[in-house]
């Protein structure tokens, strides 16, 4: 294992110990362990308020969507683990302007079971909770099973859409439904090429062999559904936007998001050569590409692969889209 | 080598062209190669113009640095090769608005050669040249020998601030200052624990062993100052502060920015527990971190490992600073 760290047990700590140095203009913890995070201005009156939270090792996820026109509040937990209920109830209370809290998280066991119980919780002190929880990755289910399906980098999109909707004064229904609209329409593929190393470990806990990449893994390492040749950036780009657009058909003339995400040790020169397939095979349909995002924005470690998410916009969508934003790492002018 | 790649031959011009897909609103290219590449918006009348250039793969290097508040053009080789003369005045054409032109650019032989045959071929169609050339790598060369250093990730630094510069309508003497002050003020050191593999070659041209990391070398494999066991991140950033203040001493009470970059694989979380490092060791000194820049900014393909640039701030450097800007990959507001 070759990472810049101290102890392996301290990663998170230390990490959201530099990262709270870094950006005191933006973030503030509020509990002393630093695993419940909020904007510096929290709370905003009479914005619904939304959080996030799931394990570390994902940055700019999840910490790195909070902030004016994002979320209010983030829990973290160790690497690949879900935070607390406790630690998801701190930051509620710490973000809680009035109007309700939205809960926006990826679909995994152990962060489901903690936020329920945190919303359970957060409804004693009269705090109205709503969740919406993403399912974006077309790989992990088949259709028929969508609201079993995991979460992955199209979350930002949940995130960006019901966050520019509570900036506009939107009542907590309101946000939630945009939520909801925008989970609905995206969905996510991803390819992994080689594994990470979670600090604790020390080895990998899977191996993709020279040579092979496996299509549909999720960013823990989950099974994928095919293992094979290393294909070109053409044929990925193919395979991906094939199967999304197979489980959610686009009619010509419509226009969508797209989103190229790294997952770690991938170049970006890589990404926009994904993201000119990408574009090639959208705009031969007919569908027209309105805003792209090209980068990491949900990585596991230093996994090397990409994900694919792509939007169905329809003009509500498209007008929530161009809303700015300024997050740690992150901003939209 | 896994690589998401159509053709190891064309990985440059693929993608340019999904950069040029992908931020047809901020970049335009003046040459069918797409190699010469400006602002949307360019020339910009009675600005001084500044231009850059280098080799492919060291995104958002270079190309990531043009855009309002930033750079005017750039021309851009294959992977990590100099880009001709020729490119470099097809920029320079196109940018120059009537006050003249600055070239900043790393200090490595094949570009040396190319910008100034590139001056010389403006001076005879009567546009004004200078050059700022960067030599932040403290690694390269010892002390007394400053000017034959390479430059790294400082290159933002010198970008940054001439451009704010020029943004205040300074002409080109003024500007050029402000890059020689910036160059005479920032120091960069990095490690590598992780080689990176050329598309056209597609094999490593250098190993680390397991346990080993490389103190100093440069972002194209150049060979350090000093090959050893993997240190802690604690032990790294002692290293390179101590380098670098021995380099250029720095007295308590003063200011500076500081930059941590990745060079292509390495996590983000480990970058902040490097910040972390850094900063503690910066503060322990009376030394005021003023603003500070975590994420890819100069990377080197796949290559695990990170620099760590300190540009000794003023108050006139602090408040070019502060300036926004906006480019395809970094927006400051």
Do not use: W
């Not at 050569?273 to 924005?297: P, W």
């Amino acid at each position: 294992m070759k990472k810049f760290l101290n102890h392996p047990e301290k990663v998170v700590d230390e990490m959201l110990e530099g990262l709270l140095l870094a950006h005191s203009d933006l973030l503030r913890s509020v509990i002393s362990d630093n695993r419940a995070l909020v904007r510096v201005d929290a709370p905003v009156h009479n914005k619904v308020a939304i959080s996030t939270g799931g394990g570390s090792g994902h940055l700019p996820l999840f910490l790195g969507y909070v902030g004016k026109g994002m979320l209010d509040g983030v829990a973290v937990g160790d690497i690949f683990a879900s935070p607390s209920s406790k630690q998801m109830l701190d930051v509620t209370r710490a973000i809680h302007g009035g109007k309700g809290v939205l809960y926006i998280y990826g679909n995994y066991g152990g962060d489901v079971i903690n936020f329920d119980t945190a919303a359970e919780l957060a409804d004693l002190e009269d705090i109205r909770v709503e969740t919406v929880v993403a399912t974006d990755d077309v790989a992990s289910m088949p259709k028929g099973y969508e609201q079993q399906r995991r979460g992955v980098a199209g979350l930002f999109y949940l995130y960006k859409l019901a966050a520019a909707k509570a900036e506009t004064g939107a009542d907590l229904d309101e946000v939630k439904r945009i939520a909801e609209k925008a989970n609905a329409r995206v969905r996510t593929m991803g390819v992994a090429l080689s594994p990470c190393i979670l600090p604790a470990v020390g080895h990998p806990t899977f191996q993709v062999a020279e040579g092979e990449m496996e299509v549909g893994m999720g960013i823990h390492g989950e099974p994928g559904i095919q293992r094979g040749s290393l294909q070109t950036a053409d044929e990925v780009a193919a395979t991906i936007v094939s199967a999304i657009l197979q489980d959610m058909p686009i009619e010509k003339g419509e226009k969508v998001s797209v989103l190229i995400n790294g997952l770690g040790a991938t170049p970006l020169e890589e990404l926009y050569i994904i993201y000119k397939a990408v574009y090639s095979l959208l705009t031969d349909q007919g569908i027209h590409i309105n805003c792209r995002y090209i980068g990491e924005f949900a990585t596991s470690l230093e996994m090397a692969g990409l994900s694919v998410s792509i939007l169905h916009l329809d003009d509500e969508l498209c007008r929530l889209m161009e809303a700015p934003f300024v997050t740690p790492f992150r901003i939209q002018h």
